[in-house]
Nanobody, 115 residues
Framework: QVQLVESGGGLVQAGGSLRLSCVAS????????MGWYRQAPGKQRELVAT???????NYADSVKDRFTISRENAKNTGYLQMNSLKPEDTAVYYC?????????WGQGTQVTVSS
């Protein structure tokens, strides 16, 4: 069983930055795809970005050129650097680890962007 703990959320003004972190337990982090997802009130959870075990990155169009996903396998930690934040980025952000047959989610961290 893998446990994920996110941190780094908070309240920021539009145009500001935040960095989210996701720390995983266990020893298989480096072999798994890590993703960040978000869910705004009244909306479905949506993909923000993913990074594979080989460091291939994928971004939602809405965050391209503003957000950067990265991972530090030696620390079992993944990151989401969020720049130029907009009010529409307000959501609970979730970390996800996956490999064929297994999916793990964190508890989420709130990001609120004020206008």
């Amino acid at each position: 069983q893998v446990q994920l703990v996110e941190s780094g959320g908070g309240l920021v003004q539009a145009g500001g930055s935040l960095r989210l972190s996701c720390v995983a337990s266990g020893s298989i982090f480096s072999r798994m795809t890590m993703g960040w997802y978000r869910q705004a009130p009244g909306k479905q959870r949506e993909l923000v970005a993913t990074i594979s075990s080989g460091a291939d990155r994928n971004y939602a169009d809405s965050v391209k050129d503003r957000f950067t996903i990265s991972r530090e396998n030696a620390k079992n930690t993944g990151y989401l650097q969020m720049n130029s934040l907009k009010p529409e980025d307000t959501a609970v952000y979730y970390c996800r680890l996956s490999t064929p047959g297994y999916v793990y989610w964190g508890q989420g961290t709130q990001v609120t962007v004020s206008s």
